[in-house]
């Protein structure tokens, strides 16, 4: 509908969007903020529940290594205690010693050594041929040496095996001493490692406190390569922390410095492996979020669609109906007025029509006026006028009480001819031919008489405007084979354009506005001819006129309201 | 035939009157309804023509007084208010014989009284 049309009636679009952004925002609001803090939530119980998890393997794995070293330590101060220094240089007693070691303790140890107080390796047993070597200017050698033992980082020594070593010094009665040294492999390390089951990627390795790996790992290098991770500050206990690695990869990373020892246990896993269970639950939330979304969306616009346009409707309805009261009570206004002047009228009017009669009536009955024609002429001439002053009187009056006619039987041609008789008058003013052609075999049937006397004016009145002077109006009315009587008003007017045709009968739509049209005729029209059971179709051509076609059903109370509407651009 | 015409406008009443005592009826005009009932107790009427709309008693009510008086009387019932037409159906439930409406064509009257009588 154009602006102009529904100008008067509610702005129904800022209803509209007032409803949506109300209910949407109602209903969106809480949800959105809802399924962010769920999401943070998650995420964050998800992180803190890896983070946990990582400080638990660390701890458990730190205390293994732990346990490894310190039990292979206090085997070796034992053997060191308990034996003297002449059985520790006995190559026999030495061998079994270390066949005692790898029986007790299964893997590690892979040799076995005594070593003076010069740093020559008096004593030795195992794979490698190390007996009489020098280690007076290696590290572990003087490190247990001032401080009676020694685990030492991995290195390659003499034998270029990467190994670690724990030393155990002897003190001797006289003061002199000996060391106490076993090589550790690698091995049981790695499998201690290996076996971990980790997660994400995870990679469980061992660096010394500059760096360097101790055993290998599984991404960041071969034992005794630099890490090109960061080494982590110095703490008493498992800590985790999140870093960048080289590949800019989020990282998780549980490290734990293992006490007595130069070794710090490294745990790296990958945080985007590990938050993969947090991204299926993410797309989770997302498309939670999405369906909800559109699925309130889409009830909020449908009902709030659905909820103004029958506000919309309803509205349309109530001003209609306010307008057909409005122009119901001017008719029968003007039908009351019409009828009181009438009456007014007709008592002097019937004086005069006496006192004229009564001169006719002398000049008739008094021989000497008879026989003056002009007299005579003159009292004809007032009586004629008096008639038709009567007539005019008569129809106001016939037509003013048949507005408020109900249900009666109806003489189609009778109807015409009392709305044509009121619109004679400018036909003739303005030279418009009215041609009337009823034909003779519509029977009389019931309708009502008033609202029939209307449409029948707003039709006629309408096509008076369309006219120009000089144009014609046909009335045209026959049976139909359905048992109908179809009435046809054809002009030669100005015609409606096919655009303004499909809104002709719609309420407050008028071409003519500027000249005081309401836009109400034709949808009053339309709605009566609705009321009384019949149809209304509108053809036009524009400069060509326009045909106005209503279809009466004869017998009317059985059907009525089946009325449609038609348009037919011609 | 003796006539009682009875209507509130003098002008028209007694100008009806006159001339139809020159065609030969004998016509007697008031122009209020006791009067008419009055004259309707010492005078015999053939026929009464009645204006519906009077002050005090209107033309239905003094119809059913005069009827009382004369019930052979025939009634004409004259009115300045709608069209023959409109008062076809309800004439005979008044018991009037006939309806015409002003102003009066005097011949059409004196047909409606001939046609009565």
């Keep these: 509908m154009s602006p102009e049309t529904s100008g008067h009636l509610f702005n129904y679009r800022r209803i509209w969007r007032s409803v949506v952004l109300l209910t949407g925002g109602v209903a969106l609001v809480p949800l959105i903020v809802i399924t962010i803090v769920d999401y943070k939530v998650t995420q964050q119980s998800i992180e803190s529940e890896i983070l946990m998890r990582t400080t638990r393997i660390v701890s458990n794995t730190r205390r293994a290594i732990s346990f490894f070293l310190s039990e292979r330590r206090s085997a070796l101060e034992f053997i060191a205690q308990d034996n003297s220094f002449e059985s520790l240089n006995d190559p026999k007693r030495l061998l079994s010693i270390l066949e005692n070691l790898q029986k007790s303790f299964g893997g590690g140890f892979v040799d076995i050594g005594v070593i003076d107080s010069s740093g020559n390796q008096r004593n030795y047993v195992g794979p490698y041929e190390l007996e009489g070597r020098n280690y007076l200017d290696q590290e572990w050698y003087s490190e247990a040496v001032d401080h009676g033992v020694h685990i030492s980082d991995v290195f390659l020594g003499y034998r270029q095996v990467p190994h670690m070593v724990i030393a155990v010094k002897r003190v001797m009665p006289d003061g002199s001493f000996c060391i106490l040294r076993a ?14 089951e980790l997660e994400g990627m995870g990679d469980a390795f061992i660096i010394n406190y500059e760096g360097i790996l101790q055993t290998p790992s599984r991404y960041h290098g071969k034992v005794l390569d630099k890490l090109s991770l960061e080494i982590p500050s110095y703490s008493n206990k498992s800590e985790v922390f999140e870093v960048k690695d080289s590949d800019g990869q989020d990282a998780v990373i549980g490290y734990r410095f293992i006490d007595k020892t130069p070794f710090i246990l490294m745990i790296v896993k990958s945080k985007q492996e590990l938050m993969r269970s947090w991204f299926g639950t993410r797309l989770e939330l997302i498309a939670f979020l999405i369906i909800s979304v559109t699925v309130i969306l889409t009830v909020i616009l449908g009902t709030a669609t659905f909820m103004v346009k029958k506000i919309k409707i309803a509205d349309k309805r109530r001003v209609m109906t306010l307008h057909e009261i409005e122009y119901a009570n001017k008719l029968a206004s003007i039908g009351r007025l019409a009828a009181s002047v009438a009456h007014e009228i007709n008592n002097p009017l019937a004086i005069i029509n006496e006192k004229a009669g009564l001169i006719k009536d002398l000049f008739i009955y008094k021989k000497e006026y008879s026989q003056n024609p002009k007299l005579n002429k003159v009292v004809d001439d007032i009586l004629r006028s008096i008639k038709r002053a009567g007539t005019i009187t008569r129809r106001l009056l016939t037509f003013a009480r ?17 709305v044509l008789n009121f619109l004679r008058n400018e036909a003739e003013v303005r030279d418009i031919n009215i041609d009337v052609d009823i034909s003779e075999d519509i029977p009389m049937f019931e309708s009502d008489r008033g609202k029939l006397q209307q449409i029948f004016l707003n039709i006629i009145n309408n096509a008076f405007a369309a006219l120009s002077d000089g144009g014609s109006l046909k009335i045209e009315a026959m049976l139909t084979g359905d048992g109908a009587v179809s009435i046809e008003f054809t002009d030669n007017g100005c015609g409606i354009s096919q655009e303004n045709l499909m809104h002709i009968f719609e309420p407050f739509f008028s071409t003519r506005r500027s000249e005081g049209g309401t836009g109400l005729g034709l949808s009053i029209t339309y709605n009566l001819v609705r009321e009384i059971g019949g149809r209304i179709v509108v053809t036009s051509e524009p400069s060509k006129g326009t045909r106005f076609t209503i279809t009466l059903p004869i017998r009317n109370s059985e059907n009525e309201g089946e009325a449609d509407e038609s348009i037919i651009g011609g | 035939m003796r006539v009682l015409l009875v209507d509130d406008e003098e002008e028209f009443v007694s100008t009806l009157a006159e001339r139809l005592s020159m065609r030969g009826i004998e016509a007697v005009w ?33 119809k059913d007084k005069l009827q009382d008086k004369q019930p052979d009387m025939k009634f004409i019932f004259l009115t300045g208010y709608g069209s023959e037409q409109d008062f076809k159906s309800i004439s005979a439930m008044l018991g009037a014989d006939y309806y015409l409406v002003k102003p009066v064509d005097i011949e059409a009257l004196i047909d409606k009284m001939k046609k009565i009588l």
Excluded at chain 1, 409 to 417: H, K, R, T, W, Y
Excluded at chain 2, 30 to 42: C, G, K
Aim: charged share 25%.
């Design chain 1, 183 to 196: 090589a550790i492999g690698i091995t049981p390390f790695e499998e201690l490692l290996s076996n971990l």
């Design chain 1, 402 to 418: 048949n507005l408020q006619a109900e249900i009666q039987p109806i003489i189609l041609n009778d109807v015409i001819e009392e």
């Design chain 2, 30 to 62: 008031t122009t209020t309804s006791l009067e008419a009932i009055e004259r309707a107790e010492s005078e015999i009427f053939d026929l009464a023509v009645l204006d519906v709309k009077m002050p005090k008693i209107g033309g239905f009510a003094l």
